[in-house]
């Protein structure tokens, strides 16, 4: 009996035992999960800032999606007073809702060209004074920051500032993930090698880069000098069925009683899917082709486009 009473006894303890460390596991494998997700938000919330830096935005994620939604209920709200037709105010809500996000994804597209544009006469300049031994390349990037182009001042300024903390290459590579583009990554990556080579290989990059990049912009340009009648096409497309939809919803009763109706609001939502499936595989089409793309990146170092 004591031989069976202390089986029991030791099988009660291993069961307490192995609930306790299921318990602790548990909590620590849920403090991990919860770590983790947290890390993600951050990270989230980093690569949105970097963007919003990039298209030259001076607000946080949250002051940006508060502005955003903000634009989209005041949106609704007016259309439904003017053609009292909330299905039909749904979608131009929706669009002005987006409208801040394509406004200053515009915006970095365009601080982005500026960029490439300005790349080869700054590095027309840069070899000029190193080939002359007026300035090492360090001194000829502090020059750039405060009278090169006006679009690449920010970041070389970005470049100063780090380089006096974290050293040359560390603020190079700092300053080339913040803007990540494809044309300022091979030169950023050129001005880390020249750091290294020497003066006579330094001149002999950024000299036949100089060339590639103004050869690529040229390129760049043509084809979106080409498809510009494609784009407004495209646009005109989209927008002109639903203007005239929201013009007889306003002045037509039966336009607008249909419309709210179960018919009218399915009627909407097929024509909403319809052209916004036309329109994200028109520009799709229609998307410059790239010249070049990013390298030696990491997946977590692109930022949304």
């Not at 002051?63 to 609704?76: H, M």
């Not at 070899?127 to 690449?152: C, F, K, N, Y």
């Not at 005109?236 to 179960?262: D, I, K, Q």
């Amino acid at each position: 009996m004591s031989f069976l009473a202390a089986l029991c006894m030791a099988a009660f303890v291993l069961s307490a035992a192995r609930e306790l460390i299921g318990e602790r596991d548990r909590g620590k494998s849920g403090w991990l999960r919860n770590r983790l997700g947290h890390q993600a938000r951050l990270n989230r919330a980093a690569r949105s800032q970097v963007w919003l830096s990039q298209a030259g935005a001076a607000v946080t994620p949250s002051q940006f999606l508060a502005v955003s939604a903000g634009l989209g209920a005041v949106t609704f709200a007016v259309l439904v007073s003017i053609v009292r037709a909330p299905v039909v105010a749904a979608l131009p809500a929706v669009l002005a809702t987006a409208s801040p996000y394509a406004y200053w994804a515009s915006q970095r597209r365009k601080q982005a060209a500026a960029r490439s544009a300005a790349w080869p006469d700054a590095l027309r300049y840069l070899v000029g004074v190193i080939g002359a031994g007026v300035a090492t390349l360090h001194d000829a990037l502090v020059e750039l920051s405060r009278s090169g182009p006006a679009s690449l001042r920010a970041p070389m300024s970005r470049y100063v500032r780090l380089a006096a903390r974290l050293g040359a290459r560390q603020a190079i590579e700092t300053v080339r993930g913040e803007l990540a583009d494809p044309i300022s990554d091979p030169v950023l990556l050129a001005f880390e090698g020249a750091m290294e080579e020497g003066t006579e290989t330094a001149l002999r990059v950024l000299s036949d880069l100089g060339s590639q990049i103004t050869s690529d912009i040229g390129l760049t340009e043509r084809i979106r000098t080409l498809q510009t009648q494609s784009r407004m096409a495209t646009w005109g497309c989209f927008a002109v069925p639903y203007l005239l939809l929201m013009f007889l919803c306003a002045t037509n009763e039966e336009y607008r009683h249909f419309f709210s109706s179960a018919l009218g609001l399915a009627v909407v939502i097929c024509g909403a899917l319809m052209s916004l499936t036309g329109l994200a595989l028109s520009r799709r089409l229609i998307r410059p082709v790239a010249t070049c793309a990013r390298v030696f990146v990491s997946e977590g170092a692109s930022w949304p486009a």
